[in-house]
């Protein structure tokens, strides 16, 4: 825990609280579906990108 790294917590005080593993795991998602549709490179964003 600590603060949040990620960017996408939902907690009030910007602390970790666990939303970086939804992230994740929705990032691969359309990253897989990026990269079979013909788009490496929009996929190679979506894994990269950070939240500001
Ligand atoms: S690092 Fe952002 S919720 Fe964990």
Known sequence: ???CGCG???DPD???NGTHR???AVK???AKKLT???FPEA?????TEKKN
Request: proline share 0%; aromatic share 8%; net charge negative.
């Open 1 to 3: 825990m600590g603060t």
């Open 8 to 10: 996408f917590t939902t």
């Open 14 to 16: 910007k602390n970790c």
């Open 22 to 24: 939804v992230v994740q």
């Open 28 to 30: 691969a998602d359309i």
């Open 36 to 38: 079979d549709n013909g």
């Open 43 to 47: 996929a190679e964003f979506v894994k």
